[in-house]
């Protein structure tokens, strides 16, 4: 059970283009979901929370109009990076809780890679 | 906000020997620590989990123990195999907030 997918696992867009991931709840209702964003070698970097039926709150330094996020159901949530540059080349990843208190699980993550 | 730090960066260890990490948060209002392993190309997978009412917590070869006076926390994997091979990340948060911080990762190498 509690398992979090990831659509693309990889995909590679030209400078200028916009690319949408989809993070979906396979078999729990996720109120709350996460994106994050880890760069070669390095941590997870919270880069906004999104509540079903409300807007994503963001991290500070986080572009909202650049990085949309839109979580229209308590199993789907999609990041769209508009106008990608090749500086957003990196590996993003999902997460979804079903209430506050509960952990986190995790979803494969997907290498997004401008050229 | 809630600072964490992650020691040591990098861990090599014999197969059969114990491994530890430690981290240490800021915040004293943080409640939920977990522990996550990431293998190369793939998203992290809790492996374990503390909050802050207990002190230690087990599950067969895996440990963690909390020092809440010291705000620290740490990792204890024992009789290490090959598969345990990953990066290691430990998180500080609210249990019942919206975010963790992570910690900066620890790439551990079992050596056979």
């Known amino acids: 059970g509690a398992v979090v997918s990831q659509h693309p696992s990889r995909v590679i867009c030209k400078s200028g283009t916009s690319v949408k991931i989809e993070c979906r709840s396979l078999?729990?209702?996720?109120?709350?979901m996460f994106w994050y964003r880890q760069f070669p070698k390095q941590s997870l970097m919270l880069m906004a929370t999104s509540n079903e039926g409300s807007k994503a709150t963001y991290e500070q330094g986080v572009e909202k109009d650049k990085f949309l996020i839109n979580h229209a159901s308590l199993t789907l949530s999609t990041l769209t990076v508009t106008s990608a540059h090749p500086e957003d080349s990196s590996f993003y990843i999902c997460?979804?809780?079903?209430?506050?208190?509960?952990?986190?699980?995790f979803g494969p993550g997907t290498r997004l890679t401008v050229t | 906000g809630e600072n964490v730090e992650q020691h040591p960066s990098t861990l090599s260890v014999q197969e059969g020997d114990s491994a530890v990490i430690k981290c240490t948060y800021s915040d004293s209002a943080s409640n939920y620590f977990p522990w996550y392993k990431q293998e190369l190309g793939k998203g992290p997978q809790l492996i374990i989990d503390?909050?802050?009412?207990?002190g230690e917590k087990k599950d067969q070869r895996i440990a963690v123990t909390l020092n809440k006076t010291a705000k620290h926390f740490s990792l204890h994997i024992t009789e290490t195999q090959p598969e345990d091979s990953a990066v290691y990340f430990c998180a500080a948060g609210y249990s019942s907030a919206s975010k963790i911080i992570f910690g900066s990762g620890t790439r551990l190498s079992i050596r056979p």
């Open positions: 078999d729990f209702q996720a109120t709350t």
């Open positions: 503390i909050r802050s009412n207990v």
């Open positions: 997460s979804a809780r079903i209430r506050p208190g509960d952990e986190q699980y």
